[in-house]
Every structure is written in structure tokens, then in C-alpha cells.
């Protein structure tokens, strides 16, 4: 296990927070990684150090999940700003350090080893521009008036996962979206799971059974003129005097070529690469601020008695949860089987 130490800039006193871990996260970061059955302990220390007798107290370190919102608005020559704020977990330790007398410590080294058990299933960590999702450790060693407390606050970037480790026992639930398209075309389309690891390979089956008989179009050739993947992340903050809402285009996926064509129906399964943290948040739901996602596949189709101009769009929106993936040094997942395996097997 690595130890993951920040650099100070006093040379004649530090104070500093490390980090026991063998993952870095963005920025920099240590990082955990928190899965449904094995919630993560964080462990480290807090360490202080001094050439020479130093006027100071004692030492306190704080830990806190917290999760923020701000943005701010224009009414007329009015600017109003908006911050809310909700901590979903902390802890507190105290310090004793060696003092040579009342409010003076002694010259050397203090170093305090701490631990904190995450509660189940807490968000990961979100780096937004408005709302934002923080693991923080704070050491403040007190001084007396009028000098400043030293204080050192050290992040942490948590994967927190609700996929479920790998087991034989356990069957993958598909996400499913089923329909008829235009009174005419008969098509589903599947993923593996509604919930959906940051940063993998998602396997998107979409399929179409032949036109039916009744809709002026049997018999006919479907054609796939374009076609795009698209993944929305949408944000919502709150504060109890205003909201705000905004959307992004996490993902665009252009998929224009190799589509199959026929009168007898066919699939096709598109590998669609979802982007990883922290450009793509898990979805999180926090008061202050809740982000959720949706995974498009919009097309536009025609059949082959038709023109490119004829062409009408297609569009099949699924709501997907983005989870943390799990640790990364874990054996990944057995290759879940195609959409066509699983409906014969269903046969």
C-alpha cells in the first residue's frame, strides 16, 4: 500500500495529512474505492513537525462528506448568489501533543494514525463548475489569539460502486426498451444493465423485426441512412429560494456505417465507450444537487423504396444510473451474452 504525501512549503514547520492507498484518482488525488459488500476504511495519518519550540495548542482533525451547490443570478443590478450545502457524513479526533509548557509544543515530530469507515453506499466523489461532491480531511493545529491556526485540508476522490461483485448465482438484469415504431416496425433495444460503470465498453443491441403486414411497408428493406449515440447528463440544484438546471452532451457516437439491411429483420450491437470521471459524474442524488443521465440512440431510417430525404428519424432514450467501476484490481466481468442468445435461450 502506497502513502500518498503533499508537499508543504514551511521548512521550519509542516503539517500534513497522508493518505495510505494504492489507487490515485483525478487531479492527483489518493484514492478509495467502496463496493456494496466491502465499504471502504480510509486509513492514514495526520503529522506535525517543528524545529523549535512552537506557541500552539493542541490538534484537531476533522473528516466530512459533503455535498454543494452554488451558482448566482442577475436581477437587474441585483447579483445574488446561491449556496447550499449537505454534509452526509463526519468524524471527529483529537490530538494531544507534547508540550514543554502550557501553549507551547515541544520541538519534533507528532504523527497519529486515524481511520474512518465509510457508511454504505454514499455518492462518489463529483468535481462540477456549480455543484460538487467532496471527501475532505481538515488538521488544524490551534494557536492563540493573534496568531492564526495552521490548517491543512486534504481531498479525497472515492469510487463508490453499487454494481455488485461477479458471482455465477447472480443474473444480470437487462435494461429493456421495446416498442413499434410508426404503427409500423416492431424493435427493441437492450443493455446489459441499467447501471452503467464510468469509463467501460457498453455493449447497445438495438433490433428490428420485419414491417408488419398491415402497415403498407411489408415485405420492404429497412435502411439506416445516419445514426448517433448520445449521452445526456442532466444537473439539477437546489436552494430553498431557487433552482437551477442544466444538461450536457456527455457522449456523441457517430455510427454511420456497417449497418446490415433486409426484409427479415436484423440486430446489430454498437460498443458504446462511456466517458470516465470527472468528466462524466455518477448519477447522485444529494439535496443540494442531483445529476442523472440518459443513454440515446437516434437514427434516421427509411425503407428501400424510399430516398435519403424520405428518411424519418428513429429515437430510443434509455435512463441508465453511472455508477464508479469496481476496483480496478478485480477480474472483470464474464462477456454477457447478445441480445439474440439471451431470446433464444428464452425460446
Given at each position: 500500500?502506497?502513502l500518498?504525501r503533499?508537499k508543504t512549503?514551511?521548512e521550519?514547520?509542516?503539517l500534513?495529512?497522508?493518505?495510505?492507498t494504492?489507487?490515485?484518482?483525478?487531479?492527483?488525488l489518493?484514492?478509495?474505492?467502496?463496493?456494496?459488500e466491502?465499504?471502504?476504511t480510509i486509513?492514514?495519518?495526520?503529522?506535525?513537525d517543528?524545529f523549535?519550540?512552537?506557541?500552539?495548542g493542541?490538534?484537531?482533525?476533522?473528516f466530512?462528506?459533503k455535498?454543494e451547490?452554488?451558482?448566482?443570478r442577475h436581477y437587474g443590478?441585483?447579483h445574488?448568489?446561491y449556496?447550499s450545502?449537505e454534509?452526509?457524513?463526519e468524524?471527529?479526533?483529537?490530538?494531544?501533543l507534547?508540550?514543554?509548557?502550557p501553549?507551547v509544543?515541544?520541538?519534533?515530530?507528532?504523527?497519529?494514525?486515524?481511520?474512518?469507515q465509510?457508511?454504505p453506499?454514499?455518492?462518489?466523489s463529483?468535481?462540477?463548475?456549480r455543484?460538487?461532491l467532496?471527501?475532505?480531511?481538515?488538521?488544524?493545529?490551534h494557536?492563540?489569539?493573534p496568531?492564526?491556526?495552521?490548517?491543512?485540508k486534504?481531498?479525497?476522490?472515492?469510487f463508490?460502486?453499487?454494481?455488485?461483485?461477479?458471482?455465477?448465482?447472480?443474473i444480470p438484469e437487462?435494461?429493456m426498451?421495446?416498442?413499434?415504431?410508426?404503427?409500423c416496425?416492431p424493435?427493441s433495444?437492450?443493455?446489459?444493465s441499467?447501471?452503467v460503470?464510468l469509463?467501460?465498453?457498453?455493449?447497445?443491441?438495438i433490433?428490428?423485426?420485419?414491417?408488419?403486414?398491415?402497415?403498407g411497408h411489408?415485405?420492404?428493406q429497412?435502411?439506416v441512412?445516419?445514426?448517433?449515440?448520445?449521452?445526456?447528463?442532466y444537473t439539477?440544484?437546489?436552494?430553498?429560494?431557487d433552482t437551477?438546471n442544466?444538461?450536457k452532451?456527455?457522449l456523441?457516437l457517430?455510427?454511420?456505417?456497417?449497418w446490415?439491411?433486409?426484409s427479415?429483420?436484423w440486430?446489430?450491437?454498437?460498443?458504446v465507450?462511456?466517458?470516465p470521471?470527472?468528466?462524466?459524474?455518477?448519477?447522485?442524488?444529494?439535496?443540494?444537487m442531483?445529476?442523472t443521465h440518459k443513454?440515446?440512440?437516434i437514427?434516421?431510417?427509411?425503407?428501400n423504396s424510399q430516398?435519403?430525404k424520405?428518411?424519418?428519424e428513429f429515437r430510443?432514450?434509455?435512463?441508465?444510473?453511472?455508477?464508479?467501476?469496481r476496483p480496478?484490481h478485480?477480474?472483470p466481468n464474464?462477456?454477457?451474452?447478445k441480445y439474440?442468445?439471451?431470446d433464444?435461450?428464452?425460446?
Amino acid at each position: 500500500m502506497r502513502l500518498f504525501r503533499p508537499k508543504t512549503k514551511d521548512e521550519h514547520r509542516s503539517l500534513e495529512v497522508n493518505i495510505y492507498t494504492d489507487y490515485k484518482g483525478p487531479f492527483g488525488l489518493p484514492a478509495v474505492y467502496s463496493t456494496p459488500e466491502a465499504p471502504a476504511t480510509i486509513r492514514g495519518y495526520v503529522e506535525f513537525d517543528c524545529f523549535e519550540d512552537f506557541t500552539a495548542g493542541d490538534l484537531d482533525l476533522h473528516f466530512r462528506v459533503k455535498s454543494e451547490a452554488k451558482w448566482d443570478r442577475h436581477y437587474g443590478e441585483a447579483h445574488v448568489v446561491y449556496h447550499s450545502k449537505e454534509v452526509l457524513q463526519e468524524e471527529n479526533f483529537h490530538y494531544d501533543l507534547p508540550h514543554v509548557k502550557p501553549g507551547v509544543v515541544a520541538a519534533g515530530r507528532s504523527k497519529h494514525e486515524f481511520e474512518v469507515q465509510l457508511q454504505p453506499l454514499l455518492p462518489s466523489s463529483v468535481k462540477g463548475s456549480r455543484g460538487w461532491l467532496s471527501y475532505r480531511f481538515t488538521a488544524t493545529l490551534h494557536r492563540p489569539f493573534p496568531r492564526r491556526d495552521i490548517v491543512f485540508k486534504q481531498d479525497i476522490w472515492c469510487f463508490n460502486t453499487i454494481q455488485n461483485a461477479a458471482s455465477p448465482d447472480r443474473i444480470p438484469e437487462q435494461l429493456m426498451s421495446t416498442g413499434v415504431w410508426e404503427n409500423c416496425l416492431p424493435y427493441s433495444c437492450c443493455l446489459p444493465s441499467e447501471k452503467v460503470a464510468l469509463g467501460s465498453l457498453v455493449p447497445m443491441t438495438i433490433r428490428f423485426d420485419p414491417f408488419l403486414q398491415e402497415s403498407g411497408h411489408f415485405g420492404q428493406q429497412l435502411v439506416v441512412v445516419s445514426a448517433v449515440v448520445k449521452l445526456k447528463q442532466y444537473t439539477y440544484l437546489w436552494h430553498k429560494r431557487d433552482t437551477y438546471n442544466e444538461k450536457k452532451e456527455a457522449l456523441t457516437l457517430d455510427v454511420d456505417d456497417e449497418w446490415p439491411s433486409g426484409s427479415h429483420g436484423w440486430e446489430r450491437t454498437i460498443m458504446v465507450p462511456i466517458t470516465p470521471a470527472p468528466r462524466l459524474s455518477a448519477t447522485t442524488y444529494t439535496k443540494p444537487m442531483r445529476k442523472t443521465h440518459k443513454l440515446k440512440l437516434i437514427m434516421k431510417i427509411r425503407t428501400n423504396s424510399q430516398s435519403d430525404k424520405e428518411a424519418k428519424e428513429f429515437r430510443v432514450e434509455m435512463d441508465v444510473t453511472m455508477t464508479a467501476p469496481r476496483p480496478p484490481h478485480e477480474l472483470p466481468n464474464e462477456q454477457l451474452p447478445k441480445y439474440s442468445e439471451l431470446d433464444d435461450a428464452d425460446d
